[in-house]
């Protein structure tokens, strides 16, 4: 009996783990900004790109899965000061996003799908710290699972990227970039915040 109690908990720890990483993750949300970061490629060059953007955004939140502690304290750390840095990072992609509607840099759209794609828009401050969480809570095996069951959903998900991005249209993919470069906005603002007021003695 006990037994079975502890296997109905360990399977609503990975549900749990799963749909909060899923949320921040947000590959629905994304597929307007990453079809603006390759939009000089065919449908194979785009699928390459998601493929490396997604498979290093997910080498990525493992490595912060199972060392993510470690590295923090190595460089003396706190992940007060993580939040507040990559907070910054996505306010500034986001009004990237905002003023040109596209990102821009001098990578190349191979290399721009990775950054600021894979990271930080898909594995960026929140997904790391939604991780770690887990690992406090469910344990290293249930946040590692819930990590490959949203990649593999994420790469399902992008094999139709395309089709995805014509039912919505030029238009409604314009607007759904921009809405959700204004939540990118909002969310990077919040991490700097909590990453601020976690710094502060007494709040």
Not at 80 to 100: C, E, N, R
Not at 132 to 144: E, S, T
Not at 146 to 154: C, E, M
Not at 158 to 168: E, M, N, P, S, T
Request: net charge neutral; with cysteine.
């Amino acid at each position: 009996m006990a037994e079975a109690i502890q296997q109905i908990l360990q399977i609503e720890g990975l549900v749990r783990a799963t749909i909060a990483l899923f949320v921040i993750v947000d590959p629905l949300g994304n597929v307007p900004i990453f079809m603006g970061l390759t939009r000089d490629m065919d449908e194979a060059g785009r699928q390459r790109a998601f493929r490396d953007a997604a498979l290093s955004g997910l080498a990525l939140l493992l490595f912060f899965a199972l060392s993510g502690e470690l590295v923090l304290w190595l460089f003396s750390i706190s992940l007060s000061s993580f939040k507040i840095a990559g907070g910054a990072l996505l306010l500034i992609i986001a009004i990237k996003l905002l003023i040109h509607g596209e990102w821009r840099d001098g990578r190349g759209a191979q290399g721009s799908a990775i950054v600021p794609f894979g990271f930080p828009l898909l594995v960026g401050p929140g997904a790391i710290t939604a991780t770690m969480v887990n690992i406090r809570a469910y344990g290293v095996p249930v946040a590692c699972i819930s990590a490959l069951i949203v990649f593999s959903a994420a790469l399902a998900i992008y094999r139709f990227v395309g089709r995805i991005y014509r039912a919505l249209g030029e238009s409604g993919s314009a607007i759904v970039a921009n809405v959700m470069a204004i939540f990118t906005a909002a969310i990077a603002v919040q991490f700097i915040l909590d990453g601020v007021l976690a710094s502060i003695p007494g709040l």
